[in-house]
Every structure is written in C-alpha cells, then in structure tokens.
C-alpha cells in the first residue's frame, strides 16, 4: 500500500463524514473547506481559485465523490512527497471532522478514552481492505487484538471475539467498520482488558510499532564518540533510522543513527567492564552499545538486520509487508474453499440427475476433485513444514539464548568470586600498608629522638670538655702559685751577735731597717699576697670540679637517653623487616636459613631498613665523631686534683 492510497483512507472518512444524506454528494462549500485543511496539513500551497474552476459547470451544486477524485488527485494527492508533512497530523485532522458527525460522546463505560480511539482509528486504516466501503476483515481484526493481549502479557483468549462474531454474521463475512469496531472493543466485546490504563499502554506500545513502524524500543548503554564515555539512552529503531534519547519521554533527542544499504550490524566480546556488546557500523562512524543482557542483545541484533533487510528491499514498514503476505495467505485460502464448494455441489448435481454422466465424465470430475485435494493436502503441509520449521527455528534460537544467558550466569559467578578474592587481597594489602606507613612514622620518630638525644650527648661531651680544660689550667695555676709562696718564703734569718758598737750607727741601722719595712709593707699593700691568690685560684678550682662533676652526672643521664633510643630504633627496625619480608607457608628451616643471610631482601625500587635508617640520618645530619682522649684526659685532671689537695694540705 503506497502513500496515496493511505491518505486516501483517511480522506474517504472526512468525506463521508460531509455526506449527511448519504446520498453520495457533498456541497462546493464543505468541498471548500476540506480541501482548505487538506492543502494546510499537507504544507501544499492552496489555490481557492482551482475548484471553482473545476466544477465550474455545475453551479454551486452538490459534487459527488467521482467529482471530487480528479481534482483530489490532480492538485493534492499527485503534489504530496513523503517526509514533507506528520502523518499522524494529517490524521488527526480527518479524524476530527468523522468524529464530529459519527463519534461525538464516548459510549457509557467505555474503556477508550479520545486519544485511544483516535490510535485505533489510524490502525484500522493501516489493516483495512483496499476496497471502499472500509471494512476490516476478521482475520485483521483477530490479529490486531492478539497484539494487544501479547503487549499486555496476558494469554491470549479467543472466545470473546469467537462469540461476538457467531452473533453477527455480516462481521464475520464481510467485516467490521470503524465505528462497530470502536465500539466492541471499547464495550470489551473482543478482549477482556483488565482496566483501562494497562489498555492504554498496550495500544501505546502496538500504535508506535505498527503505525510509527518502530521495530524495536529499549534501554542501552551507548559509547560516546568524544570523551568515550558510556551513558544510558533509550534507543528507537525504525527501518531507516536509530534515534536515541535521554529517556522515554522522547523529548530530549541526543542523536540519530541513520541507517543505510552499506551499514553492517556485528557483536562484539565483552571489554571494559561492559557486557552484551554490539557494534553498528556506517560508512562515517561505528556505534558501540551494550545491552542489559544476552536476550535483548540478540533481539536488538535481530530488529537491526530486520530494519537493514527492509531497506535492501526499498520497504518502509514490516507490518505493511505482513499485512500483504496474510492477504495473500486468505486469497489462497478462498480460491481453495472455492475450488472444494464447487466440486461438491457439481457431485450433487449429478446424484440429483440419477447418475446420466458417463464414465469419461465420472473420470474427469473424480480427476479434478483429485487434484483439488491434492491441492489442499499440499497446502497444508506446506503450512505444517513452515509452522514446524518457524518453530524449531524458535526453539534453536531459544536454546541459543539459554545457553548465553547459562554461560553469562557462570561468567558472573566467577567474576564475582574472583572480585572476592582481589577484594580480599586488597584489604590484606591495604592493612599491610596502614602497618608498614604505621611503623615507618615510629621508626622516623625513634631516629628523630636517637638523632636529638645524640646531638645533646654531643653538646654534654663538649661542655664537659670545657670544664676539664678549665679545671687543668686553673691547676697549673694553683702549682704556679705554690711555687711563687715558697719562693718567697726562703730560708729563716740569723740572730744578731750582741757587740759594742756605737750607738748611732744602731740607730742608723733600725731606721734603714723601719724604711725597708715600710716599703715592704707599701709593695705587700699594692699586691695581692701569694697565700690570698692562692686560697682564691683553690676556691675557682673546687667550683670547676664540681661543675664538672655534675657535667659528668648531666653526660651518663643523656648517654642513658640515647640508649634507649637506638634501643627503640632498632625494635622498630625489627617491626619494619617483619613487615617487608612477610612470613610465608614453607619449610621452617630454609626460612630461617634465608633470614639469616638477608635479614631484609632488597627489592626492586624499594629500600631495605637499614638503608632507611641511614638516608634517614643523612638528611637530618649525621652527629660528629666522639672526641678523642677524653677518659684519659679527665683522668689527668683527677690525678692533677689529687696532687693540689695533698699540697693545699702540706701548706
């Protein structure tokens, strides 16, 4: 059925519809205004000047619908290229018109609601006879409702529409119009619809795939072209195109796959963490997209090849090209009923006659009975062979399915045991780390102290150092002093002889001898006596010794300190190649073996602890070396001591 003869369904309503007397006439006016919204719906340019002109002989008069089709024809139908103009549009319009003059109150206690009637109106158009009056044949109309109980998943019962047709004859011979058709459907007279919504959504689903010639709707995972990233869209494939949207609202339009002879459909291997992979390919781009799971992706490869076969073939709809092999299918089915009737009522002429045919004749017809027979016999298995090879096709691509979707559970059941087990393994790995940063923290914070108590052992050594320097030379001064007062001292002076000297050379000598006193006394005045230095240099010394005493007491508690802190610098160590060399399953004795050789293996791009230790140390500065001779210097300075305490003493 071509577009011309679609749009010529929807126009004989319109037209009709105008023809109140049903007489088969409708006035120049409503003529007027038909072929106006025509021309408008249609985005043809309108010439109001044309259809006066073509029924200009007929003075305003009633035209009939014979009238009407050339002009029709000529000035609307011919002009009209597909794509130019929204079908659905144009049908709503003419169902508008009809519904004013045949449908105008929807029946009490119908199931329809407008917008449904409207989609089941535009289905009827779509499997109705060519031939005018429409009328949909019973096998049509059987099928249609057999659509409608697939899409509401409920099992399909014949005996509603099997007792509506024993009880009209004409529906079963001739066929149902579009009204009688509404209103049994709507009345639930062909098919027991559990409420009204769940109808609505089953024609919803039946109206976009049969009159939209949608082949297949659905949710995939897409792979995107510039970031390659994946992003769920719901896809609508159609025999020329693949749209996806946002969501099922099919408002937002994020692309369009157009389809064409050279596009090539294949399945890909699961990657990527993506499963039930397929691939379009056109000659520009290739669309990768992942399906929920092994089912729809066989469906979605399916409806594809069905959409690329159409094209191949210069078709536009499946359902046009069913529709026409079931038509086909009845005609076959008639000329054989036809054939059987006559036959049987030419065996009961002859009964009737009283058997006057002679055998030739007898023959002849027993021949062509014969032949019909045969005829249907081989019809029939004809059709049996295709029944029962559509169904073991069904069933191998059944057990095709089960065995994908049996291979994917098992896929899945691995995948998930092994994500187990790395996430076990993560967690061990990840507490090995926490540990391992752990004892690196205490292991730094142990070096940091042994590295501080180091340098104040340092600092103790270097002020004891000092004190010991400090204390030897104030010794040796001490000596010095010593020496200088017995100097000083010298031998005891001799007694006087009595004589008789004069008197005045006595006296001369007492005041020499009071002059040399008082300058003595004046020179012993303005410098500090020897034994007065010397108590003051002994008094500094004793104050050294005891500094020094405690620098020596402040040195052991530090030294102390930094024992333990080369003591938790190597417990810390030990935790650290615990840690990086981890205790395996194995024969005890090698283990111990290969720890005594390597205490720490070292690894590839890792550092053992004791390497640790000493980037550790170089960083932060290593301390100087221990100063040399300090016991044996200190032990000088202590026999020094000994030696001024014996002649503090003595003096």
């Known amino acids: 059925m071509d577009l011309k003869s679609e749009l010529l369904k929807s126009i004989w309503h319109a037209f009709t519809s105008l023809d109140v007397e049903k007489c088969g006439k409708v006035s120049k006016s409503q003529l007027k205004v038909l072929s106006h919204n025509l021309h408008t719906v249609l985005n043809l340019p309108h010439d109001p000047v044309a259809l006066e002109e073509h029924f200009r002989d007929d003075d305003d008069g009633p035209v009939s619908k014979q009238g009407y089709m050339p002009y029709l024809n000529t000035y609307i139908l011919d ?35 407008e917008n449904d009637s409207f989609k089941l109106f ?35 019962d014949s005996r509603p529409l099997e007792d509506l047709l024993s009880q009209d004859a004409s529906a079963r011979e001739e066929g149902l119009s579009v009204w009688r058709f509404l209103e049994h459907l709507g009345a639930g007279h062909m098919l027991r619809v559990p409420s009204g919504e769940a109808f609505s959504l089953a024609l919803n689903e039946v109206f976009l795939e049969m009159y939209h010639g949608v082949l297949k709707m659905g949710y995939m995972w897409k792979k995107g072209h510039m970031r390659r990233n994946w992003t769920e869209r719901w896809f609508v494939l159609k025999p020329s195109s693949m749209t996806y949207y946002v969501s099922e609202q099919l408002k937002d339009q994020r692309g369009a796959i157009q389809l064409d002879k050279t596009c090539v459909v294949e399945a890909l291997p699961d990657r990527d963490g993506k499963r039930c992979l397929l691939c379009v390919k056109t000659l520009n781009k290739s669309y990768e997209m992942s399906a929920s799971d092994q089912r729809h992706k066989v469906e979605w490869i399916q409806a594809l090849q069905t959409a690329l076969r159409l094209l191949g073939e210069g078709k536009s709809s499946l359902h046009k090209e069913l529709k026409l092999k079931r038509r086909v299918q009845r005609e076959r089915s008639q000329r054989g009923r036809n054939l059987s009737t006559c036959s049987n009522s030419s065996n009961l002429s002859q009964s009737d006659d009283g058997y006057q045919e002679t055998d030739e004749d007898r023959e002849r017809h027993n021949q062509q009975i014969d032949s019909i027979i045969q005829l249907a016999r081989e019809q029939e298995n004809r059709r049996r062979d295709a029944e029962e090879e559509e169904r073991s096709r069904q069933q191998e691509v059944q057990r095709e399915l089960e065995r994908q979707l049996k291979e994917a559970q098992m896929m899945r059941d691995s995948m998930q045991v092994e994500m187990e087990q790395k996430e076990q393994e993560a967690q061990q790995q990840r507490r090995r780390i926490e ?47 010593q020496e200088q007062q017995r100097a000083q001292r010298g031998p005891p002076p001799a007694e006087e002889v009595p004589g008789g000297g004069a008197e005045d050379e006595e006296e001369v000598k007492k005041e020499e001898e009071e002059r040399e006193e008082e300058e003595v006394v004046e020179e012993r005045e303005e410098e500090p006596s020897p034994s007065s230095a010397l108590d003051c240099a002994a008094q500094e010394l004793q104050d050294l010794r005891e500094s020094r005493q405690r620098s020596r007491k402040h040195l052991e508690e530090v030294q102390e300190k930094l024992r333990n802190a080369s003591q938790h610098v190597r417990h810390w160590n030990v935790q650290l190649n615990r840690l990086m060399t981890p205790i395996t399953p194995g024969d005890r004795t090698e283990h111990r073996k290969t720890t005594k050789q390597n205490m720490c293996p070292k690894k590839e791009g890792a550092l053992a602890s004791t390497e640790f230790i000493s980037k550790y140390k170089s960083r932060a500065g290593s301390p100087p070396p221990e100063p040399q001779g300090l016991d044996k210097h200190t032990d000088t300075v202590s026999k020094s001591e000994d030696s001024d305490d014996t002649a503090k003493g003595q003096s």
């Open 79 to 113: 002009k009209v290229k597909e794509g130019t103009f929204d079908k659905e549009k144009f049908d709503d319009v003419c169902w508008m018109m009809t519904r004013k003059k045949n449908y105008l109150t929807l029946p009490q206690g119908s199931l329809l609601s």
């Open 122 to 156: 535009c289905l009827f158009n779509l499997l109705s006879e060519d031939r005018y009056p429409l009328l949909m044949v019973a096998e049509e109309a059987e099928y249609l409702v057999k659509k409608f109980s697939v899409a509401m998943s409920q099992e399909w």
């Open 435 to 481: 540990e391992l940063e752990e004892t690196q923290r205490r292991l730094e914070a142990a070096l940091q102290e042994e590295i501080q108590a180091d340098r104040e052992e340092e600092g103790a050594r270097e002020e004891l150092q000092r004190f010991l320097e400090a204390e030897e030379e104030k010794s040796r001064q001490c000596q010095l002093l």
